[in-house]
């Protein structure tokens, strides 16, 4: 399968707009979103690694992880879920942190909303991400957020493969 991945950057809104087909049903690929230990086996961008410290899938609570360069130094992140539609859609405010999950001002936040879809023997994922400005989402973008999320994407990919 192709994997096409649709990635809009829409400034009039301050939104991210990504769409990605997984060749896989519908069950794993949330499951892959939503557990910590398939989660570190994909989120950050080869060479980075992912490490959950703590993970409560669950409206009110949240995702406290790191990524790991191949040098040890760690960029902690957070996502607060607010809203989960099992198999459906889930959405949360996503944040860089220190270790202890106190959120930073020095990074934007974003709002997250992915939603799932079953696609005869795929599963298309639909992703909104919310920013509070123009300059919040230029900032994101110039990071390289593109090109790491469609690393990430790529991993996710290769996880799916594996245990199908």
């Not at 909104?128 to 790491?148: A, P, V």
Request: hydrophobic fraction near 40%.
């Amino acid at each position: 399968m192709k994997h096409n991945f649709d990635f809009i950057v829409d400034k009039e809104n301050n939104t991210i707009n990504a769409k990605r087909a997984f060749a896989a049903d519908i069950n794993i690929v949330w499951q892959a979103w939503t557990d910590a230990a398939i989660l570190d086996q994909w989120w950050a961008p080869k060479p980075y690694v992912t490490k959950t410290k703590f993970m409560e899938f669950k409206v009110g609570s949240y995702w406290l992880y790191a990524m790991i360069s191949p040098e040890g130094e760690k960029h902690w992140c957070r996502a607060d879920y607010q809203q989960i539609d099992i198999l459906k859609s889930f959405s949360g405010l996503d944040a860089f942190c220190d270790e202890n999950g106190k959120v930073t001002d020095s990074f934007p936040r974003s709002l997250w909303h992915n939603e799932f879809k079953k696609d005869g023997e795929n599963t298309i994922v639909n992703i909104t991400i919310k920013y509070n400005s123009l300059n919040d989402l230029e900032k994101i973008i110039e990071l390289g957020f593109k090109e790491g999320f469609t690393m990430a994407l790529g991993n996710l990919d290769q996880f799916l493969e594996a245990h199908l």
